[in-house]
């Protein structure tokens, strides 16, 4: 029987508006109503550098903008939901898809759970023994919660952790008939420089809980090797054939033109 493929688009590192524009370009794709069961399978990394702020998130209460600015930090805002992130040692992986058969259009938590599952086989294939943060969801809304402004200060249901620290941050976005799921795999990470770009530097530590890939292996993974053993646990999980692919010249020019007219205008941010 002939596997199910995905599409797989490896890229180097790139500004954080074209990241971002890729991402939503591929979801523009899979949302069309017309087109057929695609999913993309995505791996990139960041030119320098750059904060992404959630989608609901007031980037006035949440940036340092001259910190920001002095350090040559990007900001660029997602389409995503969930708290901040400084985007710098790290792959960044998403999922991009209109395939019901492997993602219910209305499991959110199922699809959190899924690709989590196929991530922790990723890590495995590392020597890494990972598992799922469980309980309750978060309550976005609860006092404490809207306190805080990092993503990585907090646990979200489905979420992985190594030794009980938290090792990879997602978030998602839904369409009617298709989702984009991305997260941040981090290589290293620097609490102090997250804090200064959020306006609190002298805060204490959130971020005592949060771990990185060279933390836990006691050496720093190549982003390539990375790269190979997540896509391997996507394909042992899911069942899948990978396709390597590049945006072709329609969707690169879909997406250098969002970069421009959203993703690098300081307004959007």
Not at 18 to 25: I, K, L, P, S
Not at 96 to 102: Q, T, W, Y
Not at 245 to 252: A, E, R, V
């Amino acid at each position: 029987m002939k596997l199910q493929t995905w599409k797989l688009v490896i890229e180097g590192p790139n500004p954080g508006s074209y990241n971002m524009a890729v991402d939503e370009t591929l979801l523009n794709v899979v949302a069309y109503p017309a087109s057929s069961p695609t999913t993309f399978l995505r791996f990139y990394q960041w030119e320098r550098p750059t904060l992404s702020i959630g989608f609901s998130q007031k980037a006035s209460r949440v940036v340092d903008f001259d910190f920001c600015k002095k350090n040559n930090i990007d900001v660029v805002r997602r389409i995503t939901g969930g708290k901040a992130v400084l985007h710098d040692h790290e792959i960044t992986y998403s999922v991009i898809s209109n395939d019901r058969g492997l993602f219910p259009s209305g499991g959110i938590a199922e699809t959190y759970q899924h690709i989590a599952l196929a991530l922790t086989l990723g890590f495995k294939g590392m020597g890494l023994e990972t598992r799922l943060a469980s309980g309750e969801p978060v309550d976005f809304n609860s006092s404490s919660v809207r306190a805080t402004t990092s993503c990585f200060a907090l646990s979200n249901h489905f979420e992985i952790l190594f030794q009980e620290k938290k090792l990879v941050g997602s978030a998602q976005r839904r369409t009617k008939n298709s989702f984009l799921q991305h997260g941040s795999v981090l290589l290293g990470f620097d609490s102090g420089l997250v804090n200064q770009t959020l306006g609190k530097p002298n805060s204490p530590d959130s971020h005592s809980q949060v771990t990185s890939l060279s933390s836990c292996l006691g050496y720093p993974p190549q982003p390539g090797d990375v790269i190979s053993s997540l896509s391997k646990g996507f394909r042992e999980f899911f069942n899948i054939d990978c396709e390597p692919i590049s945006l072709d010249q329609d969707l690169l020019q879909s997406a250098l033109s969002l970069t421009r007219s959203k993703y690098a205008r300081l307004e959007w941010s």
